[in-house]
């Protein structure tokens, strides 16, 4: 198992939680994105930095994934990439998403598109919490300690 990160959206707080995670348990987690970015000196914490471009970091992500590797991201057509080469999506408000949710959030995603197409706009999500920062940590240890031991 290794963790990817889509790291252009990830709040710092789930980024935090993700290094000590890494240390604690070595596991190789790849920060992606098309800036430089900031991360502890462990050998096992790496980033890729991307050409910019819509869908870039998201797609190579995407070609990189394997069976049974942790994606962090919230962007939902990423989540449905990763889920169907058979690993699992995690978005920073702690929810796991499952290939049955997967098709629901792309169905709703693509309802929320059309409405601001047409000009009603709907607000962005709410500010992460500290209760989505546990539920985020929560299926984090889940898994690690499922697919590691650790």
């Not at 993700?18 to 070595?26: D, S």
């Not at 050998?43 to 942790?70: H, T, W």
């Not at 169907?84 to 098709?103: M, Q, T, V």
Request: charged letters at 25%; a positive charge.
């Amino acid at each position: 198992m290794r963790i990817w990160v889509d790291a252009d959206a990830c709040p710092n707080m789930i980024k935090e939680v993700l290094f000590r995670a890494a240390i604690r348990t070595g596991i190789e987690l790849t920060l992606v994105a098309n800036k430089t970015l900031q991360k502890p000196p462990a050998r096992n914490i790496m980033s890729l930095q991307v050409a910019s471009g819509f869908d870039v970091a998201d797609n190579e992500i995407v070609k990189r994934v394997e069976k049974n590797d942790l994606v962090i991201t919230s962007d939902i057509p990423l989540a449905a990439g990763v889920i169907a080469k058979g690993g699992f999506a995690l978005n920073p408000r702690g929810e796991l998403y499952s290939a049955d949710s997967i098709r629901q959030k792309l169905n709703i995603r693509d309802f929320m598109d059309t409405l601001r197409a047409s000009g009603i706009h709907s607000g962005g999500p709410p500010t992460l919490s500290q209760s989505d920062k546990q539920a985020f940590s929560n299926h984090l240890d889940t898994l690690l300690t499922r697919y590691t031991g650790k």
